[in-house]
């Protein structure tokens, strides 16, 4: 499978990225070995975790899924085979912390998930979420100290609004520091507006990785939810609420025509979308069972048309734009 450059790193990355916060949370330990099995099996290699997956989970503390990709990846024994991409400065449990992007929690952070995942490096390690109480010049050189010592490869930011991501990377340009390759924004066929007017540009201009998370606007764009009575049916029911409206349903037809045309999942139809997205490198999705990761796995193997585009474009499209 063709590879894309993230950013401007080393790391080559097939288009899609499996999701892991669902990895000892509603996918268990052998499920979630049958799962990266067959992903990796399909040519993919980006694997996405974070050191506070699943702290949400009544009895979970955090690093649950790091800790199950650990085991794999000792099972397996094939570390160069796989890109892992790993977050840390979000609040875990008091047991593991409470949350930073200081120089001293960040190299805390990332011996504690390296422990977890039994690796001696992280290919991709980001900022959860920005630190406003921490200065950007001491989190980017705790992480270029990282790179300097070999336990990480690169490094990104997640959830940062664009002031923050501007202002890191003029710092880093003018620091001589190690500068974010990637960028992970929320961003999907119902959520496009944010990340379109106001992150986008910085992207495309720096030259950023693009890592979108609830690419599948957590489930809905699967086209499963079709009224409240279907909430119950995923732990994330809740999360679509807001989506359940004429236009989120109209884009959910609009897929659905789409993946009727190519005789695929309308999960695949929502994922190719966005892979092909000019500015996006590998959009983020998670299963937790074979056979949805099969539907995840074939937009991979699918070209939308120029029509088919045109078609998501309009249907998605939001105030003060037009469709592109």
């Given at each position: 499978m063709q590879k894309r450059r993230l950013g401007r790193s080393d790391l080559q990355v097939a288009p899609l990225s499996f999701g892991g916060n669902v990895f000892?949370?509603?996918?268990?330990?052998?499920?979630?070995?049958?799962?990266l099995d067959g992903f990796v099996h399909a040519g993919l290699n980006l694997v996405?975790?974070?050191?506070?997956?699943?702290?949400?989970?009544?009895?979970?503390k955090g690093g649950e899924s790091e800790t199950i990709i650990g085991k794999w990846l000792k099972k397996r024994g094939t570390r160069e085979d796989v890109v892992i991409a790993?977050?840390?400065?979000?609040?875990?449990?008091?047991?593991?912390?409470?949350?930073?992007?200081?120089?001293?929690?960040?190299?805390?952070?990332?011996?504690?998930?390296?422990?977890r995942l039994q690796t001696d490096y992280v290919d991709l390690y980001q900022a959860h979420t920005d630190d406003p109480n921490t200065p950007l010049?001491?989190?980017?050189?705790?992480?270029?100290?990282?790179?300097?010592?070999?336990?990480?490869r690169a490094v990104g930011?997640?959830?940062?609004?664009?002031?923050?991501?501007?202002?890191?990377?003029?710092?880093?340009?003018?620091?001589?520091?190690?500068?974010?390759e990637?960028?992970?924004?929320?961003?999907?066929?119902?959520?496009?507006?944010?990340?379109?007017?106001?992150?986008?540009?910085?992207?495309?201009?720096?030259?950023?990785g693009v890592i979108s998370y609830f690419s599948l606007a957590r489930g809905f764009l699967t086209g499963k939810y079709k009224s409240e009575s279907d909430l119950s049916k995923s732990p994330r029911?809740?999360?679509?609420?807001?989506?359940?409206?004429?236009?989120?349903?109209?884009?959910?037809?609009?897929?659905?025509?789409v993946a009727e045309r190519q005789k695929v999942s309308p999960a695949a139809v929502?994922?190719?979308?966005?892979?092909?997205?000019?500015?996006?490198?590998?959009?983020?999705?998670?299963?937790?069972?074979?056979?949805q990761l099969e539907n995840l796995i074939q937009a991979t193997k699918i070209t939308l048309s120029d029509a088919e585009m045109k078609a998501l474009n309009y249907a998605s499209q939001y105030e003060h734009t037009a469709a592109t």
């Open positions: 000892g949370w509603t996918a268990d330990e052998e499920t979630s070995f049958k799962l996405d975790t974070a050191d506070v997956y699943s702290v949400w989970a009544p009895g979970h790993t977050k840390c400065g979000m609040k875990m449990s008091s047991e593991l912390g409470v949350g930073s992007l200081s120089k001293k929690y960040i190299f805390e952070a990332i011996d504690a998930s390296l422990k010049e001491e989190t980017l050189e705790a992480f270029t100290d990282l790179i300097k010592q070999g336990k990480v930011a997640s959830n940062h609004k664009a002031p923050r991501l501007t202002e890191a990377l003029r710092i880093s340009e003018q620091n001589g520091f190690a500068r974010y990637s960028l992970q924004p929320e961003y999907n066929l119902l959520e496009r507006s944010n990340y379109e007017t106001k992150l986008e540009h910085i992207c495309v201009e720096h030259e950023l029911g809740d999360g679509v609420t807001k989506y359940m409206n004429d236009r989120g349903f109209k884009i959910v037809r609009a897929v659905e025509q929502a994922l190719a979308w966005l892979m092909a997205r000019p500015s996006v490198t590998a959009p983020i999705a998670s299963a937790t069972s074979v056979d």
